[in-house]
Nanobody, 134 residues
C-alpha cells in the first residue's frame, strides 16, 4: 500500500524558513514522481514543486511563484522527499501535501504547471499546515 506522510509544518514569520518532509512507503521510490501541492482556505489546490523518479534522474520542477525560494530534494535511502522553503511569505500559508504517481503511467511532474495538476497524482498524504505571519 502506497503511503505518504508529511511533517515539518508550523508557524513562521515572513522571511523565515521551513523544511517539509514526505516519508514514502509501499512503492519503489525511483519509479514514482513525487510532487508537493498546497491549498489555502477558499482556494483551489495548486502545485508547488515536483521531483521525478524519486530524484534518481535529477529532474526537479517548480511553479513560478516559488522558484528561487523553494528547493525540492530527496534521500533515496530514507525514501523521503524534502521541500526546503526559504523567504516565506504570508501568501505561502496553506496546507501542504505530497503526492505520488508511477512514472510508467504518466510523467506527472511535467504536468505541474497546468491547471488542475493534482489530477495527475493518484496517491496523497494527509497534509501539514504551514502558517506564515506578517
Amino acid at each position: 500500500e502506497v503511503q505518504l506522510v508529511e511533517s515539518g509544518g508550523g508557524l513562521v514569520q515572513a522571511g523565515g524558513s521551513l523544511r517539509l518532509s514526505c516519508a514514502a512507503s509501499g512503492f519503489t521510490f525511483d519509479e514514482y514522481d513525487i510532487g508537493w501541492f498546497r491549498q489555502a482556505p477558499g482556494k483551489e489546490q495548486e502545485a508547488v514543486s515536483c521531483i521525478s523518479g524519486g530524484g534518481s534522474d535529477g529532474s526537479t520542477y517548480y511553479v513560478d511563484s516559488v522558484k528561487d525560494r523553494f528547493t525540492v530534494s530527496s534521500d533515496k535511502a530514507k525514501k523521503t522527499v524534502y521541500l526546503q522553503m526559504n523567504n516565506l511569505k504570508p501568501e505561502d500559508t496553506a496546507v501542504y501535501y505530497c503526492a505520488a504517481n508511477p512514472i510508467h503511467i504518466v510523467r506527472a511532474c511535467t504536468k505541474i504547471d497546468r491547471r488542475l495538476a493534482y489530477h495527475w497524482f493518484g496517491h496523497w498524504g494527509q497534509g501539514t499546515q504551514v502558517t506564515v505571519s506578517s
